[in-house]
């Protein structure tokens, strides 16, 4: 019998440069795994983040709270995927599901490739 569990997690690299492979050499992630880091980035940052930047908007008094919550949350939820996709190529999503995000020669997307991505998901989400 062969050493290969059908049930074993996906691995993944997850060393800081991803430059080792070109891009055209890399699979692309299927609907599943891209469904599946959508759900676990999406847990983490509505309950994660909401705990913690309420609790920073609520620290600050409850004249501001009402007026800053939506900016701290929409600004929040969109910085964790920019940092984590411009500095190391995945969200904890990514990480656990085996996936990376990589431009077009194979490396770690520049901060302002990570941002026009996200707001690019981000606007395909919002229209019908």
């Given at each position: 019998m062969s050493g290969h569990n059908p049930?074993?997690?996906p691995?993944?690299?997850?060393s800081l440069d991803p430059s080792e492979q070109q891009g055209?050499?890399?699979?692309a992630a299927g609907r599943g795994a891209r469904f599946l880091n959508f759900l676990i980035?999406?847990?983490i940052t509505r309950?994660?983040?909401?705990?913690?930047l309420g609790g920073v908007v609520a620290a600050m008094g409850p004249e501001r709270t009402g007026l800053l919550t939506l900016p701290l949350l929409l600004a929040g939820m969109i910085g964790y995927y920019i940092v984590l996709e411009a500095a190391f190529g995945w969200t904890l999503g990514k990480l656990i599901t085996g996936t990376r995000v990589v431009n077009a020669a194979?490396?770690?997307?520049?901060l302002?490739?990570?941002l026009l991505r996200v707001v690019g998901?981000?606007?395909?989400?919002a229209t019908p």
């Open positions: 049930y074993e997690a691995k993944t690299d997850v055209a050499d890399l699979p980035d999406g847990i309950f994660g983040l909401t705990m913690i194979g490396h770690l997307p520049s302002g490739q990570a998901t981000f606007m395909s989400l």
